[in-house]
C-alpha cells in the first residue's frame, strides 16, 4: 500500500523559508517521478514542482521559479521542497504525488494529505 505523508509546513514571514518533507512507503520509490501542488482555499489544486525517478530532471512552476527547489533522497525514500523568500501568496496547503511513471509528464496517481503552509506579511 502507497501512503505519502508530508510534514514541514507551519506560520512563517514573508521572506522566510521552508522546508517540506514527503516520506514515502510502498512500492519501490526510485521507480516513480514525483511531485508536489498546492492549494489555497477555494482555488484549484496548482502544479508546483516535480521530479523524474532519478532525480535528474526537474520543473517548477513559473511562480516558485528561482524560489523553490525540488529534490529526493531516494535511499531515503524522501521528497523535498525547499521554498525560499516566500511570499504570501505562497500560502496553500502542500500535497506531495507520486508519479504514475518514471516520467513526470504521464500524471500522478497517488496523493497525500497535504501540509498547511502560511506566510504572513
Known amino acids: 500500500q502507497v501512503q505519502l505523508v508530508e510534514s514541514g509546513g507551519r506560520l512563517v514571514q514573508a521572506g522566510d523559508s521552508l522546508r517540506l518533507t514527503c516520506t514515502y512507503s510502498g512500492r519501490t520509490f526510485s521507480d516513480y517521478a514525483m511531485g508536489w501542488f498546492r492549494q489555497a482555499p477555494g482555488t484549484e489544486r496548482d502544479f508546483v514542482a516535480s521530479?523524474?525517478?532519478?532525480?535528474?530532471?526537474?520543473n517548477l512552476a513559473d511562480s516558485v521559479k528561482g524560489r523553490f527547489t525540488i529534490s529526493r533522497d531516494n535511499a531515503k525514500n524522501t521528497l523535498y521542497l525547499q521554498m525560499n523568500s516566500l511570499k504570501p501568496e505562497d500560502t496553500a496547503a502542500y500535497y506531495c504525488?507520486?508519479?504514475?511513471?518514471?516520467?513526470?509528464?504521464?500524471?500522478?496517481?497517488?496523493w497525500g494529505r497535504g501540509t498547511q503552509v502560511t506566510v504572513s506579511s
Open positions: 521530479i523524474n525517478s532519478n532525480g535528474a530532471t526537474a
Open positions: 504525488a507520486r508519479g504514475r511513471t518514471a516520467n513526470a509528464g504521464d500524471g500522478y496517481y497517488f
